[in-house]
């Protein structure tokens, strides 16, 4: 079936309506974050506002490494042997924090967002230009998601370079302050927008197989 880009468009838009709701361990890294960096603030002092946006987004970090932990481990562990997934999931989940600790600069921290999307468009990027779609079938194992492996992970590509220059806008357009409670919503923004996409791709190649 042919459609016109404002059809895709209103797809698109009609699947945020009657979203089931978020978990709400979703909201803790950005509570963590909007709590700690006021009390950070007067605890350390006017002249230390850089440390406490710092530290604040380094324990709020930690939790949301700490929350999707182990599904990181059990999507490498489909692609790796045992030794190896350690190996990552250390580098991944220790590096970004280390290298956060040791600069202690608010930019770092908005840049550290920034980096997580061009690895991951990137893994997705490199899946595309060879044909593969291990990394999206890690991220949807399920039989019936098969079909649609290749779409999503082009689809990934966009969505993750998408926000790269989301998060690059905000880092120019507003004060450091301003964007923590852009970060503190980024998992609800990004997971609402998420599944619509992908719920348009299930949509568009369910109706081309239909047709």
Not at 53 to 60: D, G, P, S, V, Y
Not at 149 to 159: D, H, Q, W
Not at 184 to 202: C, D, K, S
């Amino acid at each position: 079936m042919h459609r016109t880009p404002f059809d895709l468009v209103r797809l698109f838009l009609s699947l945020f309506q009657d979203l089931p709701p978020l978990s709400r361990s979703m909201y803790l890294p950005g509570a963590v974050l909007l709590i700690g960096y006021p009390v950070l603030s007067v605890a350390l002092g006017p002249d230390h506002s850089g440390q406490a946006f710092a530290t604040a987004f380094l324990a709020a970090l930690a939790v949301r490494i700490a929350m999707g932990f182990e599904g990181m481990v059990q999507r490498l562990l489909t692609r790796y042997s045992v030794g190896r997934t350690i190996v990552f999931a250390i580098a991944f989940a220790g590096v970004p924090l280390v290298v956060l600790a040791l600069a202690n600069d608010p930019l770092w921290c908005q840049r550290m967002q920034s980096l997580f999307y061009v690895v991951i468009g990137g893994i997705f990027l490199q899946d595309v230009l060879h044909g593969r779609t291990s990394t999206a079938a890690s991220f949807w194992p399920d039989a019936d998601m098969r079909d649609h492996l290749p779409n999503l992970t082009k689809m990934m590509v966009v969505y993750n370079f998408a926000f790269l220059l989301m998060n690059e806008t905000m880092i120019r357009a507003v004060d450091p302050s301003h964007w923590l409670l852009f970060w503190a919503v980024l998992p609800i923004i990004g997971h609402t927008v998420l599944r619509a996409m992908v719920l348009t791709v299930i949509n568009l190649d369910d109706n081309g197989h239909a047709a």
